[in-house]
C-alpha cells in the first residue's frame, strides 16, 4: 500500500529541475506544442496555432506561421518548413522543467514555451501567441 501511495505521487509530482527530455527534444504536456535541437539552432513547432505571424516572406513556398526558431547567436525568426518537430515519439517536457542543450535553454509551462541562446535572444511560442526577442 505505502509503495503504491509513493508510486503515484512520484507519478504526478511536477519536475522543478533540469528536465529528463532527450538531447534531441521534447513536447509538452498539452502535445500541442515541440521543439528539437537542429545542428546550430533550436526549433518549436505549434499544432493549430491561432495567432496572425509575420508575412510569408516571397522566398517560402512551403509551411509557415507555425514554427519558431532560433539560432546560437541572433534573434529569433520564423521557420519555413516542409516538416514538422511534433510527434508522439518525444518526450514530455513537464510544465516548471527546464531544458538545456547545446547552449540553449526552453522553459516549458501552461502557457507555452520560452527558449533562449546564450545571449539572451529568443522566443515565446503557444498557440495563441508569439514572441520573438
Known amino acids: 500500500m505505502i509503495a503504491l501511495l509513493?508510486?503515484?505521487?512520484?507519478?504526478v509530482?511536477?519536475?522543478?529541475?533540469?528536465?529528463?527530455?532527450s538531447d534531441a527534444g521534447f513536447s509538452l504536456p498539452s502535445g500541442r506544442l515541440g521543439c528539437e535541437l537542429q545542428d546550430t539552432s533550436v526549433r518549436c513547432?505549434?499544432?493549430?496555432?491561432?495567432?496572425?505571424?509575420?508575412?510569408r516572406p516571397a522566398s517560402c513556398p512551403l509551411v509557415w506561421g507555425d514554427a519558431l526558431g532560433v539560432?546560437?547567436?541572433?534573434?529569433?525568426?520564423?521557420?519555413?518548413?516542409?516538416?514538422?518537430?511534433?510527434?508522439?515519439?518525444?518526450?514530455?517536457?513537464?510544465?516548471?522543467?527546464?531544458?538545456?542543450?547545446?547552449?540553449?535553454t526552453c522553459l516549458s509551462s501552461p502557457a507555452g514555451v520560452r527558449c533562449t541562446n546564450g545571449?539572451?535572444?529568443?522566443?515565446?511560442?503557444?498557440?495563441?501567441?508569439?514572441?520573438?526577442?
Open 6 to 11: 509513493l508510486a503515484s505521487t512520484l507519478a
Open 71 to 104: 539560432k546560437a547567436t541572433g534573434r529569433a525568426f520564423f521557420v519555413c518548413h516542409g516538416d514538422t518537430v511534433l510527434g508522439a515519439a518525444r518526450p514530455v517536457l513537464a510544465y516548471g522543467a527546464r531544458w538545456r542543450r547545446g547552449g540553449f
Open 45 to 55: 513547432d505549434v499544432r493549430g496555432a491561432t495567432f496572425k505571424a509575420l508575412p
Open 119 to 133: 545571449a539572451g535572444h529568443g522566443f515565446e511560442l503557444a498557440r495563441a501567441r508569439y514572441r520573438l526577442f
Open 13 to 21: 509530482a511536477p519536475l522543478a529541475t533540469d528536465a529528463l527530455a
